[in-house]
């Protein structure tokens, strides 16, 4: 069974930095080939962050990468399914739930088709 495990969220101060990371375990590594990072903060929808794929592709969501490009920073440890997102330079609107997701094979440009989930953490910037 495939679990996502996000950790790293907290609470800090706006300019101040986190770094979130996402363990895959429970499957085969190619369940892992493309991981992906959402928010949803309160009040509104959930949205696309960036994905990563295992060859080192990275896509920041369209919706987010005037605000996010430049401050945040995606990673990955293919031998560990494990992906990392550096936020540097937090801001108050970067507030949200961050989870973490999973899918096999390729990556989809429009953030959709992730197969596996995580159960999320908690960003809070605020002064």
């Known amino acids: 069974q495939v679990q996502l495990v996000e950790s790293g969220g907290g609470s800090v101060q706006p300019g101040e930095s986190l770094k979130l990371a996402c363990k895959g375990s429970g499957g085969a590594t190619y369940r892992f080939d493309c991981m992906g990072w959402f928010r949803q903060a309160p009040g509104q929808k959930r949205e696309g962050v960036a994905w990563?794929?295992?060859?080192?592709?990275?896509?920041?969501?369209?919706s987010v990468k005037d605000s996010v490009e430049g401050r945040f920073i995606l990673s990955r440890d293919n031998a560990e399914t494990t992906s990392y997102l550096q936020m540097n330079s937090l801001r108050p609107d970067d507030t949200a739930m961050y989870y973490c997701a999973a899918r096999r094979w390729w990556c989809a440009d429009a953030f959709t088709d992730f197969e596996d989930w995580g159960r999320g953490t908690q960003v809070t910037v605020s002064s």
């Open positions: 990563i794929h295992k060859d080192g592709t990275i896509k920041y969501a369209d």
